[in-house]
């Protein structure tokens, strides 16, 4: 068995080395551009889903979201709550949120907003956004009568860059007038323009902690939300079970808990699209391989019949075929793991420009793993089959052939 | 040696039932250099399929090398084949992708010889058939003389114990064709090879020590030639 899978070798390398050489390169060119196809598609969807991680726990939720339970609109007592889970190995810092819907007024344009009230040196602690003054300052602790922009709010100087209505390119140190549900109306001086890339964050508006007490009267010990930050090493998932050990009502959610929710259907979606460009790259595969090899074999049906005159045996002979497709498909694999790695390298350098941001493929191993089995698995069966189908014909009648 | 006994081969075509062969019969001793001749479709290709193991005969026994074939399973046919067999075929059909040598001693290689081994085998055989300086040249390098013989090479190269040969002169300029008869002649005398030979070229008659001619399918004459 062995002896005879090293002769089937030997004659798979010198079909190979002496065959034709444009149909050589020709088709390990293809299972290259199939392997890239295979890998690059899912690579893209991989850098995107990247991209929304980064940015929700970057510049939106950090690591942990907390949300009120359903039934109920605030989480109450949010700063004794806050000094609790600071105190949670794992967290760094948490940052309570309050934010109410307002309307927005600068230069007779009106626009809805989420106005977020904010302690800035906590946030500082929980997201990048005080990195990501695009025009001015951020917050800082204690400051009235200041309010941050998000870009896509206050508007770009280049109006095409907008992505919906904005306040007509709002810098700092403009005027804009806030009004509240509460019927309280108030211009506000702009410390600055906040541009992170993530639309979401792009779009918000805030104040100090203060400064909501001050325009509500009172002291504020109500939350909307808060954002919990944890160390580099922390596993999201056992900080969440620490915080619900306090015996809390509110919900908590870790960003991949939120980005489930968020894109769960866009993955599956991109999941589909996947498998679909998967199947049909590996349709090409079989297709081409099946035909090289038919090909080959009925040009050499004599030759075959000849051999097994000889006293090859059939196997012999079917494997020289299937070695030859395995030996080609491997070159193929090295050629198109090649071209993938130098476009993620190109890519890397220069992203795709999205709305959302700069997206660069990610390659995940594991696609790269199950790519090249599927396709061994695939030309395995091209190869087999129509080697078996000229090998199993019989010897006078290949012969006559 | 060979023994045939009244053998016979049909093909069913459906319509008609051709009669390649109507029941022949005969011995081949070790040693002996055998023509076998007659008209195009005689049934001579039959004839040698059948005592090659390569066909079936529908009727009739065949003892080749005192085994009665008709015991052998596929497997143990092709065996047989590899390890107790010759051929030689009128279009040499040489692997086009190997070299002249690698051609030699391929079977050598499935039979598991060592390679010290065919290498010095195949290197001699080639040196007594004169091409030994064309070890690693492809087939498309050679002459079809040259060819032929790397085909007879290949078929020598294990000793079979018969060489079975189907019109091996038929694509070949007359030169030629004394060139590869000569050889068979010299393997034939020098190794006391057992040669079954096809042809219908007259002139071939002074190669063999035998000559059984066919016609549609029946030995109308065995003799051997008195010298
Ligand atoms: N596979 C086959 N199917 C049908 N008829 C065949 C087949 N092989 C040979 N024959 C017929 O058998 C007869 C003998 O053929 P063959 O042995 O090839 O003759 P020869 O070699 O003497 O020219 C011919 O009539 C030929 O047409
Ligand atoms: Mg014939």
């Known amino acids: 068995m062995l002896l005879d899978l090293r ?55 950090g690591n942990i979201l907390i949300s009120p339970h359903e039934d109920e609109a605030y ?49 500082r602690l929980v997201t990048d956004v005080y990195q990501k003054m695009s025009d001015g300052y951020y917050l800082a602790d204690g400051e009235n009568d200041e309010i941050i922009i998000g870009i896509q709010t206050s508007g770009h100087k280049d109006e095409s860059l907008d992505m919906g209505a904005t306040l007509g390119y709002l810098k700092a140190g403009d005027p804009v007038t806030v009004e509240y549900t509460n019927g309280i109306s108030k211009v506000y001086h702009v410390k600055g323009i906040i541009e992170t890339g993530s639309y979401y964050a792009d779009q918000g508006a805030y104040i100090t902690w203060d400064e909501l007490e001050s325009v509500y009267g009172r002291d504020m010990d109500l939350a909307t939300d808060m954002i919990v930050r944890t160390d580099p090493d922390a596993y999201e998932p056992d900080v969440k079970t620490q915080i619900y050990r306090f015996g809390i009502r509110e919900k908590v959610q870790t960003w991949q808990d939120l980005l489930e929710e968020a894109m769960g259907r866009a993955v599956q979606n991109f999941a589909m699209l996947n498998s679909i460009t998967i199947i049909v790259s590996l349709i090409i595969a079989v297709v081409v391989l099946f035909i090289v090899i038919m090909i080959k074999t009925l040009n050499s049906r004599r030759q075959i019949g000849v051999l097994k005159a000889l006293g090859v045996e059939k196997n012999i002979i079917i494997h020289n ?18 071209l993938v790695e130098s476009m993620v390298a190109i890519l890397t350098v220069y992203p795709f420009q999205f709305p959302d941001g700069e ?10 793993i199950n790519n090249t089995i599927m396709l061994y698995i695939v030309a395995f069966i091209a190869g087999y089959i129509p080697a078996w189908r000229v090998a199993s014909e019989d010897i006078l009648t290949a012969m006559r052939s | 040696m060979i023994i045939a006994e009244n053998l016979t081969r049909t093909y069913d075509m459906g319509k008609v039932i051709v009669h390649a062969l109507r029941g022949v019969s005969l011995t081949i001793q070790k040693g002996e250099f055998i023509g076998i001749m007659g008209a195009s479709g005689s049934g001579k290709s039959t004839l040698l399929h059948l005592l090659g193991l390569l066909d079936k005969p529908t009727k009739g026994r065949i003892t080749l090398a005192g085994v009665d074939v008709k015991t052998l399973n596929d497997r143990q ?34 039979r598991g010889t060592s390679k010290e081994e065919y290498q010095a085998q195949t290197y001699s055989i080639l040196e007594r058939i004169g091409l030994s300086d064309r070890l690693n040249h492809k087939h498309n390098e050679l002459s079809g003389g040259q060819q032929q013989r790397v085909a007879i090479a290949r078929a020598m190269v ?48 002074e190669y063999f020590d035998r000559v059984i001619i066919l016609r549609d399918g029946l030995i109308i004459s065995d003799g051997k030639k008195s010298d």
């Not at chain 1, 949670?88 to 309050?98: F, K, N, T």
């Not at chain 1, 070695?323 to 793991?337: C, Y």
């Not at chain 2, 590899?82 to 079977?107: H, I, M, S, W």
Request: include cysteine; charged fraction near 20%.
């Open chain 1, 359 to 368: 997206v660069t493929p990610v390659v995940a191993i594991s696609d790269l």
């Open chain 1, 7 to 61: 002769v089937s070798f030997f004659l798979a390398i010198r079909g190979i080395l002496r065959g034709s050489r444009g149909s050589l390169y020709l088709t390990i060119l293809i299972i290259a551009m199939v392997f890239t196809n295979m890998i690059f598609m899912p690579s893209i969807i991989l850098g995107f889903i990247k991209v929304a991680e980064d940015q929700i726990i970057t510049y939106q939720t």
């Open chain 2, 77 to 110: 046919r092709t065996r047989f084949r590899l390890k107790r067999l010759g051929y030689v075929f009128q279009d040499y059909a040489l692997v086009p992708e190997l070299t002249v040598e690698e051609n030699v001693y391929l079977t050598s290689m499935i």
């Open chain 1, 75 to 123: 989480i109450e007592d949010a700063f004794a709550l806050q000094e609790k889970i600071n105190r949670i190995p794992g967290v760094l810092r948490a940052s309570v949120h309050y934010s109410t819907g307002v309307t927005l007024r600068y230069k007779g344009n009106t626009l809805g907003s989420n106005l977020v009230a904010i302690n800035p040196d906590d946030e």
């Open chain 1, 321 to 338: 075929y299937v070695f030859q497709v395995l030996i080609m498909t491997t070159l193929g694999v090295i050629v198109g793991t090649t």
């Open chain 2, 158 to 205: 294990n000793k079979p114990e018969i060489l079975f040969a189907d019109e091996p002169c038929a694509n070949l300029d007359s030169e030629s064709s004394r060139n590869v008869l000569d050889l068979f002649k010299q393997i034939n005398k020098e190794m006391a090879q057992t040669i079954v030979m096809v042809s219908h070229e007259d002139w071939h008659t």
